[in-house]
Every structure is written in structure tokens, then in C-alpha cells.
């Protein structure tokens, strides 16, 4: 558990991938301009001494993705978030399956999640059922800006999409997280519009629909879908990074949300590997808001708002117990590993490192 000013804050990171965009997983020209895409935004608001190269980026594995994630105790758990891509990549940049391995490996440490398309009708049904039997996925991550053949994109209002939000609510698969966010070369900015949103979360009370990227660009959209309806969550991938380089805007949009969805309703995810939560959950943690933006909305980025949006508020929607998976990772393989037994254990835990 991360140490902030003396007190213990359990880190969820709630959007994590395992991906490979190697040249030999590459089948369309798309899968090239997409991890190239991807390592922009990695340049641009990593520290410069903590950047990868290229080819480290492009398939890193599963022991450096453990080490980035825990191995300094930076997040206690993740939560991945698959991304198929499957026209782009022979293979599929980032599969359920292929999160599988590592998630059923530490299984007290990872949340795993799948997807759906409504362009596979009844196949996809099927699969989303094959899913739900074989790993008891808790919640979906979808793409609706994902090509697939003539098709580029979907929406969540769509009337095959609600088939399939349905068979969600049918099966208690509660959380559904959709990228709403910046675009990727060489998809299309309009298929992340939020706009959908808000049909589809007003039919389905019963289910948690989080906004990754929290619209952005379109924040303001979100902020007005997400005020009316009370089951829809803001995921911090990519909003976060700006505190690290953009602390001004990392204020603005941190003073918005909150004023707006309230500290309940926020989530912290580093959207590894294009950030690393190892230097990510400090930069967030440390951030201040402007005292300009605390006059003007009246709210406080304090230490019991960051325990919400870090880990507890996760927590909540995976029926995750913190003080049961602190106990379990006392000895569990990880903390052997890298030595983190005491640290779960002690009263006062070690900060991370820098």
C-alpha cells in the first residue's frame, strides 16, 4: 500500500494491457500507425529519463509488466482491459486470452475483464458467454472505434449493442468500461464520441458504465451525461498523465470532475504501458489543485477524496475487501518476490520508490 503523507492509500490501477504490436503480429498497416500512436502519447508525458525505447514498447511481457505494476509497491492490484485490434493484428493486440495467462497466474493481484463487438451478432453473443463460463469476467472493456472489415465503428446506443448489454445484465457482467477518449491513428475520433453514453446507461440502471479517458476530448459532453446519470463512472487513463507536465490542466479537469460526479464516482487507472504506474502514482498523488480552481468549483483533491479515487471506489464496483487482500498480500508471490511482506504488514508501510 502506497504511503502519502504518513497515511496508507491501497492503489487499484483500473486500466492496465498486456499488449504485443511486434512486426511479426502486425497484418495491416493500421497496427503500425496504431503503436506508433501509442508511443506519441508515451514520449509526451513520460519523464524524459523514464521513457522506453521503441522496441522495448512495442512487447514487453508479462515479468516486466509485474515489476512495473508492483514490484515497488506503487498498485496493490489492476485491472485489464483488453483491446482485440484484430483486423490490425494477427494475433490481437491485447486479448482476453492472452491477459488470461498472467491474471490466472496471480489471480489475488488482477481483475480480469472482456469485451464484446455487436458487429459479430449471434457469434459474438456466444463469445461473450464463453467468456463470462471460462474466466467469470466481472466486467467488458469496448472499443466502439475499432475497425472491423468495411465497418469503422460502432455506437453503445446502437440497437445490436443493447443485445448485447443486455446479455451483460442477464449474465452479472455489471461494469462497462468504453474508451471515450482521445483518438489513435488511424481510427476515427467521431466513433469515441461520448455522446452514446447516455442512452445506453439510462436503459441500463443495474449496470456501471465507466467513461474511460473521461471523454476527453469532450469532457465538458461527459460531465453533463454523467450528472444525469448516476451509474456513470470517469476512468483517469490519459487525464492522469497531465499532472505529471500540465499540472494547470490536470487541476481543471480533476476541479470538473469532481464538482460534477463528486469523489465517488472517479477512477484511477495508468493505462499501462502507455504510462507506468511506478512514477504515475506519485505525480497524482502529489498534484495540488490551483487555489483558483478550489475557490471556483469548492472541492479538495485531500487525502480521503485520493484514497476514493485510487483504490476504493474500484473496490466498490469488484467487490473487492482491501483489508482482506492487504492479509493476503503478506505472503502472497509477489511480496516474496520483491519483498514486500513487511510492507503489507508493518504499520507504517514504505513509500514507494522514486
Not at 460502432?154 to 445490436?160: A, N, S, V
Not at 443495474?206 to 465538458?220: A, I, M, T
Amino acid at each position: 500500500m502506497y504511503q502519502h503523507n504518513g497515511e496508507e492509500i491501497f492503489v487499484i490501477d483500473g486500466h492496465v494491457h498486456l499488449w504485443d504490436a511486434t512486426e511479426e503480429n502486425i497484418k495491416h498497416e493500421g497496427g503500425e500507425e496504431f503503436i506508433q500512436c501509442f508511443y506519441d502519447y508515451h514520449t509526451t508525458f513520460t519523464p524524459e529519463d523514464r521513457q522506453w525505447t521503441v522496441d522495448e514498447y512495442r512487447k514487453y511481457g508479462a515479468d516486466r509488466m509485474v515489476e512495473d505494476l508492483f514490484g515497488n509497491a506503487a498498485a496493490d492490484m489492476a485491472i485489464f482491459q483488453p483491446t482485440y485490434l484484430t483486423d490490425f493484428y494477427e494475433d490481437g493486440f491485447n486479448t482476453t486470452e492472452q491477459n488470461a495467462e498472467l491474471a490466472e497466474e496471480h489471480p489475488e493481484r488482477f481483475v480480469l475483464n472482456g469485451t464484446f463487438d455487436p458487429r459479430d451478432g449471434e457469434e459474438g453473443l456466444e463469445y461473450l458467454e464463453d467468456l463470462h463460463e471460462s474466466y467469470d469476467i466481472p466486467g467488458v472493456k469496448l472499443y466502439t472505434a475499432e475497425w472491423r472489415g468495411e465497418s469503422k465503428g460502432w455506437r453503445l446506443d446502437d440497437e445490436e449493442a443493447f443485445e448485447f448489454l443486455e446479455k451483460c445484465s442477464e449474465l452479472g457482467i455489471e461494469n462497462i468500461h468504453a474508451h471515450k477518449g482521445p483518438t489513435i491513428r488511424p481510427l476515427n475520433r467521431d466513433a469515441f464520441d461520448v455522446a452514446d453514453v447516455d442512452d445506453a446507461a439510462s436503459s441500463f440502471p443495474e449496470l456501471n458504465f465507466v467513461v474511460e479517458h473521461v471523454g476527453l476530448p469532450r469532457l465538458d459532453d461527459f460531465c453533463w451525461i454523467a450528472a444525469q446519470e448516476n451509474n456513470v463512472y470517469g476512468g483517469l487513463a490519459v487525464a492522469a498523465p497531465f499532472a505529471q507536465n500540465r499540472p494547470g490542466k490536470f487541476s481543471e479537469i480533476m476541479s470538473e470532475l469532481l464538482w460534477w460526479l463528486g469523489e465517488d464516482r472517479i477512477l484511477f487507472g495508468s493505462d499501462y504501458a502507455l504510462w507506468n504506474p511506478d512514477w504515475l502514482v506519485e505525480e497524482v498523488l502529489e498534484a495540488e489543485l490551483t487555489q483558483e480552481h478550489r475557490m471556483e468549483y469548492g472541492v479538495e483533491w485531500d487525502l480521503e477524496t485520493k484514497k476514493k479515487v485510487m483504490g476504493e471506489n474500484a473496490a466498490e464496483l469488484y467487490d473487492i475487501d482491501i483489508e482482506e487482500k492487504r492479509r493476503q498480500f503478506q505472503d502472497d508471490e509477489i511480496s516474496r518476490e520483491f519483498d514486500l511482506g513487511d510492507h503489507y504488514a508493518s504499520e507504517e508501510p514504505a513509500a514507494a520508490d522514486d
